[in-house]
């Protein structure tokens, strides 16, 4: 079983920031994809940001260049610091792995149960 912990959400001030870390943990032999989703009530999930095996990175248009994911493949953690923050930016915060439990079984989805962000105007 794979289960995925994020933390370090919480109350900030605009323009403040937060940085919010997600572990997996069980038995998994390779992450492929890393990534953070985000949904604010009323809305639908989306992207945040996401990091491929290799580093490759890529961002919602809503945050580029106030966002970054980072990852550290020794502890299968994905991180995503977050500066400058907007009332807007107020969601529960989600992050998805894709990896396979063993050589050659397929890639799986797995979510963590979320972090809530919450940022004061």
């Known amino acids: 079983q794979v289960q995925l912990v994020e933390s370090g959400g919480g109350l900030v001030q605009a323009g403040g920031s937060l940085r919010l870390s997600c572990a997996a943990s069980g038995s998994i032999f390779s992450i492929n994809s890393m990534e953070w989703y985000r949904q604010a009530p009323g809305k639908q999930r989306e992207l945040v940001a996401g990091i491929g095996s290799g580093g490759s990175t890529n961002y919602g248009d809503t945050v580029k260049g106030r966002f970054t994911i980072s990852r550290d493949n020794a502890k299968n953690m994905v991180y995503l610091q977050m500066n400058s923050l907007k009332p807007e930016d107020t969601a529960v915060y989600y992050c998805?792995?894709?990896?396979?439990?063993?050589?050659?079984?397929?890639?799986?989805?797995?979510w963590g149960q979320g972090t809530q962000v919450t940022v004061s105007s």
């Open positions: 998805r792995i894709t990896g396979r439990r063993y050589r050659y079984s397929s890639l799986v989805d797995y």
